[in-house]
């Protein structure tokens, strides 16, 4: 009976997710825009064409259509599909580690998710952590601290404080120190949101994962770019170009995966190291 349910909650969560997903591109493109989330109607932004019902299904549509609007042709970026096979993926995730521990939690890892998606696809595209997701994943957090099937109240309790704290440091060294500014305001107050949903020993995980990734990409995207502007090289003096790099969605990736899978990674690592 339970393996029933089990899957009854893998399809729900995946065709929940899949719509959610399809929500979330509304939030991404609308709330940068500071535009409403209800009104107007979703429309092609190019030939203004209202989308039907039917253009609207999640991942089917986009394969019917061929990824163009069905009015003037013009290519539906794969962003829109990628967030809402993303967000189902995340959402299986939630029921895979966690329905049978704790359904609250598994809702609040799916949600929280959800909030991940968006801060990452925004500050992807324009630099920027929005407040009001920062709050909801704090909300999230407080919800967490009762209901986390792994850490108790005291390690999110802990894990907020070095959220604020490691990265706050971080900023003021920069700041101070080389007047540089390193890490936005957005990434300081989204790094304590987590570490309230986190605990903190999964919060210094995803920390390690996020540094990692960032630091490779990093340097690929640098080698990348000097050597563009070889190419192009007419020695250009003093019109250096500030490192603009957003953080936020390496911080996002590695509390999703610090989220879903931390507990039993961090256990696997003690238990090698004999603890
Ligand atoms: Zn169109």
Known sequence: MDEYYKIVAFILAGLVGLCVGSFLNVVIYRVPAGMRLDKPDSHCPQCKYKLRWYDNIPVLSYIILGGKCRSCKQKIPFRYTAVEILNMLAWLVSVWMFWEESIVFAVVHALSSSVLICVAFIDLEHMLVFDRFVVILAALGVVAVFFDPNYGWLSHLIGGAVGFGFFYGIHALFYYGLKKDALG???????AAAGVLLGWQCLLLSILLASVSASVILVIW???RMQAE?????????EENPLEFPFAPFLCAGFFLALSFGAPIIRAY?????L
């Open 230 to 238: 070889e190419e192009t090289e007419e020695g250009q003096e003093g």
């Open 270 to 274: 003690l238990g090698l190291l004999g």
């Open 185 to 191: 305001g957005g990434d300081i107050k989204l790094a």
């Open 222 to 224: 640098s080698k990348k």
